[in-house]
């Protein structure tokens, strides 16, 4: 066509235009005008493709089982696939793969619909700047496996329901009230092993000052449960022992402390008695009253079932108990 010419903008909705010019032959016959068009082409930049943590591949399928990769910046089809495949060292994930475009926007790239672990893209109609992959630590599952009946409980810090692979996890427990701690344990749901505090103290460390371990979450789904029980507790009788008589002296009288659900155990001298437990006074008829104090020096009336004046083992020490006699 004589007299070509190219003119390239962009229209009011954001497309490329090119207008051709030419001049008509001197005829009387009708002049057809046709146009071709072909996919434009832009620049697919894959970026550095090694990055911490991993690394990456980019490319494309010319056939099912072809795959040419691209390892420098070149001119791709707009509309076609990309592919990228990541590498990532162990117990590392790619939980980030973007690329950028040249007017700065930032793109998400999603796995492939095929179910197998890579991802893909369709090229825009603009040129691509780089690709980029972050690698994360695998995280895993975190579970608290303690009943909800147990007389306690235990928190995650940070808390959630996962953590990262090798990351500080923190658990603090916290017993009902008369409870302590009795078993943590960390189950690695994907192996079967269940590691105690018991038998694997080197897993867990103590936290100073608090009631809480920590332990570096393993490459597992993982379950911790706690278990309490009933905490003893210091009782320590005001008056001496008389081991002839197996009592305690006040005065001129004589006195029994005894305790458990079979009254089986004799107070001789300061014990740990467990919480919760009935503790019996008594069995000398002249007794008039006798009160308990705990460790925070509240004083405390006992319930008298003759013979005995009763109370149930607090959950804190006992510092005294007083026995009063009535007047002979």
Excluded: C
């Excluded at 009230?177 to 192996?191: F, H, K, N, R």
């Excluded at 305790?259 to 008829?285: C, F, M, P, W």
Aim: no cysteine.
């Amino acid at each position: 066509i004589n007299g070509t010419a190219y003119t390239d903008f962009t229209a009011g909705d954001g497309k490329s235009v090119t207008t051709l010019r030419f001049t008509v032959p001197g005829t009387d016959e009708a002049v057809t005008v046709s146009a071709a068009f072909k996919t434009r082409e832009y620049t697919l930049n894959p970026g550095s493709l090694n990055t911490e943590h991993g690394s990456y591949e980019v490319g494309y399928f010319i056939s099912e089982t072809r795959f040419i990769p691209v390892t420098s910046a070149i001119q791709y089809g707009y509309g076609n696939k990309v592919t990228i495949f990541t590498w990532e060292d162990e117990r590392y994930t790619a939980s980030s793969v973007t690329y950028t475009t040249e007017d700065g926007d930032v793109v998400d790239i999603d796995l492939d619909e095929s179910g197998y672990y890579y991802f893909t893209f369709t090229m825009p109609a603009k040129n691509i700047t780089s690709i980029n992959v972050t690698f994360d630590k695998q995280r895993y599952d975190l579970a608290d496996g303690t009943a909800a009946d147990a007389n306690g409980t235990i928190t995650f810090t940070p808390a959630g329901e996962k953590a990262d692979y090798d990351s500080e996890v923190k658990v603090t427990y916290s017993p009902d009230e008369g409870y302590e701690l009795d078993t943590l344990s960390v189950a690695l749901d994907w192996y079967g092993d269940t590691l105690t505090l018991a038998d694997n103290s080197e897993f867990f460390t103590k936290v100073d000052g608090e009631n809480a371990y920590t332990f570096k979450m393993p490459p597992s789904d993982t379950t911790v449960t706690a278990t309490f029980k009933k905490a003893k507790f210091t009782l320590t009788p005001s008056d001496p022992y008389d081991s002839a008589s197996g009592k305690f002296v006040a005065g001129d009288g004589k006195y029994k402390i005894i305790y458990n659900s079979l009254y089986k155990y004799a107070v001789t001298a300061e014990t740990q008695i467990e919480y919760g437990e009935e503790i019996r006074v008594g069995i000398d008829s002249t007794i008039k009253s006798v009160t308990y104090t705990t460790a925070d020096g509240e004083v405390h009336e006992t319930k008298y079932e003759n013979p005995y004046y009763i109370f149930t083992m607090p959950a804190q020490n006992v510092t005294a108990i007083t026995v009063t006699y009535w007047p002979q």
